[in-house]
């Protein structure tokens, strides 16, 4: 079965700093990667997702993250954070033939204004 | 361990009949469960925001009355699909959250209906 690792567990950035969250599965076949934001109180949303093609994906909110396949990495990026950024990412994986997904523990983020 | 505890992970059920999917927090009262299901090549959809002693909000599109929730404990959330049919089949998964604590999910649940 899939599963996914999240490194950090709570990151703390200044406004303007760049991010890089990292995510790494363990899945030897082809896999969907998304990465999800919940901010405090919400639900999640979707910040971005690969299921093929180009493996720098561009999402919402001036985030991206770049699919490795040979690190079975997934990292998110965003080249300067927001206050507004301040949530909990979660990355997450399924296999396309099957519909189960498995996600990361989470990592926190605050961003300091 | 897990925190969030979802049952059953898999079932297989009639075209008519009703299942019901459990969703625990283990360690923590979540004072908020969320409801999702996953279509094939898709993303996780939201279906409903259960908040315990209350009723759920309903995401648009969502039949409220295909898709019953109860929340009657800070421990635990029920989904129950009722009258399955086999356009119901898919992956469903619940979140448990806290102010006080990160937000946990469920393994999922994956329903079949025959």
């Known amino acids: 079965a899939q599963s996914v690792s999240q490194h950090n567990h709570h990151v703390i950035l200044s406004e303007a700093a760049s991010l890089e969250l990292g995510c790494n599965y363990s899945?030897?076949?082809?896999?969907?990667l998304f990465w999800y934001v919940q901010y405090p109180g919400q639900h999640l949303q979707l910040l971005l997702k690969y299921f093929s093609g180009d493996p720098l994906v561009k999402g919402i909110k001036g985030f991206e993250a770049e699919f490795i396949k040979s690190k079975f990495s997934f990292n998110l990026r965003k080249p300067s954070v927001q206050w507004s950024d301040t949530a909990e990412y979660f990355c997450?994986?399924?296999?396309?033939?099957?519909?189960?997904?498995?996600f990361g523990a989470g990592t926190r983020l605050t961003v300091k204004p | 361990g897990a925190v969030v505890s979802q049952h059953p992970s898999w079932v297989i059920c009639k075209s008519g009949t009703s299942v019901k999917i459990e969703c625990r927090s283990l360690?923590?009262?979540?004072?908020?469960m969320f409801w999702y299901r996953q279509f094939p090549k898709q993303s996780l959809m939201l279906m409903a925001t259960?908040?315990?002693?209350?009723?759920?909000?309903?995401e648009q599109g969502v039949e409220k009355d295909k898709f019953l929730i109860n929340h009657a404990s800070l421990t635990l959330s029920t989904l129950t699909v009722t009258s399955a049919h086999p356009e119901d089949s898919s992956f469903y998964i619940c979140?448990?959250?806290?102010?006080?604590?990160?937000?946990?999910f469920g393994n999922g649940t994956r329903l079949t209906v025959t």
């Open positions: 360690d923590f009262q979540a004072t908020t």
């Open positions: 259960s908040n315990e002693g209350s009723k759920a909000t309903y």
């Open positions: 979140s448990a959250s806290h102010p006080s604590s990160p937000l946990h």
């Open positions: 997450a994986v399924n296999a396309p033939n099957n519909n189960d997904m498995r």
């Open positions: 899945y030897g076949g082809t896999v969907n």
